[in-house]
């Protein structure tokens, strides 16, 4: 359990953001800091922000309504974990306001074939203003965990749970989506000496796109991916990831990796070795990744529950979700070097994340996402004609 004095940070809160909601199951206890500011906020209630106020809370996470338009504490000395997700100009752009983050350079505008299409233009022309949020009709409910059981990776979650160490981001039995967070799973020096393992020894690839003829000889790419990937697969696995229209053929994770992930899988209480990853490189504050979900054939984590594990490394980058039937209601995350933090259940089916672009951010990130392939595909010599079984827990005694 986190004591709460000895953490409380200070940072404020813009007179834009409506409400700020606390998940009651986050630390479960009240905060005995008190809180500066027009109006007391506890545990699991939502309290309307009047006006910018400091709290002196030992926040990891926060759910929003929206507008959260974060603006820099102007007041100097206040310490802002909460830093601005992007500049005002930025927070006007499409990639914030559009219903479905679903831009050009979404992550998820591919089909389920994984095929991108083009769409017919039909005389339209391009949209140019953002299309306004809009709340859904809530989806029906999934099944609770007393229905049935999350079990991922050989355990039954969600982790913030069950294993030692997590909190509880997020507690959705309705959709039946779960985050789960740990902080300093690992020390600093194996973080630091993973993180310049991963930045010269991975194979990173920024795909980009040569400029149109006729364009001048030394005009620049075009930057297909606003960010660095690779794509790493256990020995003998050659799926392919495709995302954004782009295709990441797979490398075989090297044994240095495979320690990595023993290590992450062994902080989560795995009893088993997740079989792929989806690496991200962000060079800085402007590498990104839209509003999407991972919602590939791979890993049908549409289709049944889907465990996905994410490390940090490196600069500390907002970590964004929200329902695909209400972006208003946000849930930041920020997520700092060594910070793991699970996306569980029916995620990816109900939910939307993102990093955004963050200006004030210089340092390099790595990202590593952990995920179960259970449908290979069909070039790989795993793959078979049905998908595999979805996972169950042992029968109980
Ligand atoms: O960098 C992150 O924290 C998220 C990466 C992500 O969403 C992905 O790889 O699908
Ligand atoms: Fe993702």
Not at 227 to 247: F, I, K, V
Not at 323 to 349: N, V
Request: hydrophobic share 30%.
């Amino acid at each position: 359990m986190e004591n709460w004095s000895s953490q409380a940070r200070t940072f404020a809160f813009p007179a834009s953001w409506q409400y700020a909601q606390f998940d009651p199951n986050f630390h479960g206890q009240r905060p005995s800091t008190p809180l500066q500011g027009q109006c007391q906020l506890y545990h699991g209630c939502q309290v309307p922000a009047v006006h910018p106020m400091e709290l002196l809370y030992p926040l990891h996470a926060l759910t929003l309504r929206h507008p959260v338009s974060l603006a820099a504490p102007d007041g100097s000395g206040i310490q802002h974990p909460l830093r601005p997700c992007a500049t005002s100009a930025q927070l006007q752009s499409q990639e914030d306001t559009f219903e479905d983050g679903m831009t050009s350079s979404s992550d998820c505008d591919l089909p389920p074939d994984g095929k991108r299409r083009r769409r017919r233009r039909r005389g339209k022309r391009k949209r140019t203003k953002p299309r306004p949020l809009k709340k859904k009709p809530l989806p029906p409910p999934e099944e609770t965990l007393e229905e049935r059981a999350l079990w991922g990776g050989g355990v039954l979650g969600p982790l913030a749970r069950v294993c030692d160490g997590w909190a509880c981001v997020l507690h959705d039995v309705h959709r039946r989506s779960f985050v789960s967070y740990r902080k300093q799973a690992f020390p600093a020096s194996t973080l630091h000496q993973w993180r310049q393992t991963l930045l010269s020894r991975i194979c990173w690839r920024k795909p980009e796109r040569p400029p149109k003829e006729g364009k001048e000889q030394n005009a620049p790419c075009e930057a297909l991916l606003p960010r660095s990937a690779a794509w790493l697969t256990l020995p003998g696995c050659r799926c392919e990831y495709q995302y954004a229209g782009l295709r990441f053929p797979a490398a075989t994770m090297p044994p240095w990796f495979l320690e990595i992930t023993d290590q992450v899988a062994q902080a989560c209480g795995l009893k088993e070795r997740p079989n792929s990853c989806n690496a991200n490189l962000y060079k800085g504050g402007m590498d990104n990744v839209s509003w999407h979900c991972d919602d590939e054939p791979l890993f049908d984590a549409t289709g049944r529950d889907a465990l996905i594990i994410s490390l940090s490394l490196g600069a500390t980058r907002s970590f964004c979700l929200r329902p695909k039937d209400d972006p208003f209601e946000e849930t930041l995350l920020q997520l700092e070097d060594g910070d793991l933090c699970t996306m569980e259940g029916l995620c990816q089916k109900h939910y939307r994340h993102r990093v955004p672009p963050e200006e004030d951010v210089s340092e390099y990130r790595v990202n590593l996402t952990w995920r179960w392939i259970v449908q290979h595909d069909e070039g790989c010599p795993f793959h078979r004609e049905e998908k595999l079984p979805s996972e169950s827990p042992p029968n109980p005694k």
